[in-house]
């Protein structure tokens, strides 16, 4: 997640480390918080495989500020791992945010349109937090008003979102006539 929200971010301009973190902590960071002892790691991974390159300015008031760059390579990954999404990416729901926040960078519309169908059809399958053996509960069945609270949730927040997947779908299908 940490990974695929660099080369998101980088893929629009350069920016500078600090700015990176605080723009991938506004995207994650009331889920996980970016610490530089996770950040700075992710980007010398990224650097190492040739998919950004670190510059260094001189800084406006302090001291020289190191900015980061996609590149060529970087933007092809990025573009991959949009198209071919890892099944967590899918289903967990911080990282498809995460997803989403750049799908718009794979420009196909048949090929934003399969990540999302992969989606919908995730979420069309019959789950809850909470069984009975393996059949799901739902919030009616449940006595526990803080588990019912849950499910509740949950379903309005499924769908909402099913119904946005369903008009983009529709709208993505129409754009690649």
């Not at 008031?61 to 071919?84: D, I, N």
């Not at 769908?159 to 129409?174: H, I, K, N, V, Y």
Request: zero cysteines; aromatic letters at 8%; proline letters at 6%.
């Amino acid at each position: 997640m940490l990974e695929l929200a660099i080369l998101g971010f980088l893929y629009g301009a350069p920016l500078h480390g600090y700015v990176l973190r605080r723009h991938i902590a506004a995207l994650t960071g009331h889920v996980r918080p970016v610490a530089e002892s996770t950040l700075y790691p992710a980007i010398k991974r990224l650097e190492k495989a040739g998919l950004l390159v670190r510059a260094t300015e001189p800084g406006a008031v302090a001291a020289p500020r190191h900015v980061l760059r996609l590149t060529e390579e970087g933007g092809r990954e990025l573009k991959r791992r949009l198209a071919e999404p890892a099944q967590r990416e899918i289903t967990d729901e911080n990282h498809w945010f995460t997803l989403l926040a750049f799908l718009r960078h794979l420009e196909d519309p048949a090929a934003q349109a399969a990540v999302l169908r992969r989606r919908l059809a995730f979420l069309e399958e019959p789950a809850s937090f909470f069984y009975d053996g393996d059949r799901p509960l739902r919030a009616e069945e449940l006595d526990d008003p803080f588990r019912r609270g849950v499910l509740t949730i949950a379903r309005a927040t499924s769908r909402a979102e099913l119904a946005w997947l369903r008009d983009t779908l529709a709208s993505l299908d129409g754009a690649g006539r």
